[in-house]
């Protein structure tokens, strides 16, 4: 039998390149190694977002389109909406019976978030629970795997506490301690420069049109020392550069590389040569898009049949632990 794996991606924007590269790209490949369920974690988006939660329900169907047009395949994985499978909410609070407060405030995230996001009250319930919902997520379908980048740590680190905690206190074998599978995968910056973010208003979004991707990556940051066409430019400075190590083959990669440090090349041709590779690219995605958008019955058929294949094995989880927690 193929192990289990399970992630999470918060529908709390437009799903952008980094998305796609650092994760998306990633969980289709696992595909087909993994039994594989992936979860559209909207529940989470709540716990920063619920004084503004309109925009959430456009985000979450972004983002399965999103996850179907990039290749995920509703034959080989399990896609489904977590707020659609009540057993995690129940499983989140049960397990909030045994996590220590101190656990939840030693977490990074919890008071990195608080101090970061200033226009938000996170000074909240739901939020310091943000990770026991997580453990909840992942523990319910009992993934021996969580693919998720290194920011996530913690909050996996805490999940195999809590199923610890669990198993000592009720009944051993029911909970598995999940490991998280840390693929390589690349940092995608943004515009500027830094990460690429929603938050920090330098994304390319998967939505975009090939006319806005143009004129976005015109205007994108290179290295900041070649002011003109005759300097000559370090391409290890310039996040240009970084994209075209994602999206360009190995030689053209070389080929801006060399031709960037001997000025042999301007910015905007070796932009022009990246646009043009971030297009091919997306196109594939693009006509998936367009193909699900038009019928949308196909993809209410994949996220109800993603939805009741989750809630089976959630339920089947749920009576072992209501059991050892004498609720039956
Ligand atoms: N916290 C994760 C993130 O911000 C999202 C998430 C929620 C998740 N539940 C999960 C990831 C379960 C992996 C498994 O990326």
């Not at 290749?71 to 996590?99: R, W, Y």
């Not at 809590?162 to 943004?190: C, D, M």
């Not at 001997?262 to 040569?273: L, S, V």
């Amino acid at each position: 039998m193929k192990g289990r794996v399970l992630s999470g991606m918060q529908p709390s924007g437009y799903l952008h390149l980094g998305n796609y590269a650092g994760a998306l790209k990633n969980w289709v490949r696992l595909q087909d190694v993994y039994d594989c369920f992936y979860c559209v974690v909207d529940w989470h988006a709540l716990t920063s977002n619920y004084a503004n939660p309109a925009p959430i329900a456009e985000y979450k169907r972004d983002m399965l389109i999103n996850f179907i047009a990039a290749g995920l395949d509703p034959n080989k994985c399990t896609i489904f909406l977590q707020s659609a499978v009540k057993q995690h909410a129940e499983l989140h609070l049960l397990l909030s019976m045994i996590t220590p407060l101190g656990w939840l405030e030693r977490v990074p995230t919890y008071k990195e978030k608080q101090t970061e996001i200033k226009d938000k009250d996170l000074n909240t319930y739901g939020f310091l629970g943000y990770p026991v919902l997580q453990a909840a997520d992942i523990l319910i379908y009992r993934a021996g795997r969580v693919p998720v980048g290194v920011d996530q740590i913690p909050h996996l680190e805490l999940t195999r506490e809590i199923a610890r905690r669990f198993e000592f206190l009720y009944e051993q074998g029911i909970l598995i301690e999940p490991e998280a599978l840390l693929t390589e995968s690349p940092k995608v910056p943004g515009l500027d420069g830094r990460k690429m973010s929603k938050s920090y208003d330098n994304a390319v979004f998967l939505s975009d049109t090939p006319e806005m991707i143009d004129k976005k990556i015109r205007t994108m940051m290179t290295d900041p020392a070649r002011k003109r066409k005759t300097d000559k430019g370090d391409p290890e400075l310039s996040p240009v550069y970084s994209l075209h190590q994602i999206f360009s083959s190995p030689d053209e990669t070389a080929h801006v590389a060399a031709a960037c440090k001997t000025a042999e090349i301007g910015c905007i041709d070796c932009k022009r040569i990246l646009i043009k590779n971030i297009i091919n690219e997306l196109t594939p995605l693009w006509n998936k898009r367009q193909e699900l958008i038009s019928s949308p019955s196909t993809l209410d058929d994949i996220l109800n049949d993603g939805n009741k294949r989750a809630e089976a094995v959630a339920e089947e989880t749920m009576s072992l632990i209501r059991e050892a927690m004498k609720l039956s």
